[in-house]
């Protein structure tokens, strides 16, 4: 069991991957990946970060990344955008149990 600082079970291992960007976006291309595991990026394994879309990301992010029940809106969520409206970036979700 993965337990965070503030004691919160997060088991699952998220795995952002750019599915569509639209406009210019000068920090992420198809296919480029942000990895998060319990409240950390996985530096080694993602790409670059654009704080605007981090921040914007973060709160569908913390649910993510948790346990929720099995009918939580979370559950079926399946991309996430950032908030640019002249180059917005559309992010698959990927979620697997950490082990």
Do not use: H
């Not at 079926?76 to 908030?83: L, M, S």
């Amino acid at each position: 069991m993965v337990v965070n600082l503030f004691g919160v079970w997060m088991p699952y291992r998220v795995t952002l991957t750019v599915k569509e960007s639209r406009g210019n976006c000068p920090y992420y291309r198809v296919g480029d990946k942000i990895v998060f595991e319990d409240a950390e990026i996985i530096k080694e394994e993602s790409g670059r970060l654009c704080i605007y879309a981090l921040t914007a990301l973060a709160p569908y992010l913390t649910a993510l990344c948790r346990d929720t029940p099995r009918e939580d809106w979370i559950n079926r969520k399946e991309v996430i955008q950032c908030p640019d409206v002249n180059r917005p970036v559309i992010f698959k979700i990927e979620r697997e149990p950490l082990r």
